[in-house]
């Protein structure tokens, strides 16, 4: 009999202990920190290197190998998409996409260096 109570102190225990984890999950906890927000070509423009960027607009042209333009409302910009970042993706001149990567600043030039892209 002893052995069954303090088995039936243990489970209750354990239960007691692990509910806020559930009420916690249950009440849509998350991540609640800083995101990458979408951006425009201009303000693109003004970060400093190596910033997280995410920028909706359209790829209008290929200018050879992994470079292309890309440009929104604000502007146009360089962008570099390697082979393996387009995931099987096609995408034509006149659809609007997402791009997310980090702005690579070169002397008297900016170039956003794409991680990954989502056609909308």
Do not use: C
Request: without cysteine; charged residues 30%; aromatic residues 6%.
């Amino acid at each position: 009999m002893k052995k069954i109570r303090s088995s039936l102190l243990v489970l209750m225990m354990g239960v007691l202990f692990s509910l806020p984890l559930f009420t916690q999950t249950a009440a849509g906890g998350g991540y609640t920190g800083p995101t990458i927000t979408v951006s425009t070509v201009a303000e693109a423009k003004k970060m400093r290197d190596d910033t997280n960027v995410s920028l909706e607009g359209k790829i209008t042209r290929h200018l050879g190998g992994d470079k292309y333009l890309f440009t929104d409302s604000t502007g146009t910009v360089r962008i570099e998409i390697d082979e393996d970042k387009w995931g099987g993706l096609n995408v034509g001149a006149e659809d609007v996409v997402i791009i997310y990567g980090e702005v690579d600043k070169k002397v008297g030039k900016v170039e956003i260096d794409v991680d990954r892209i989502v056609k909308k």
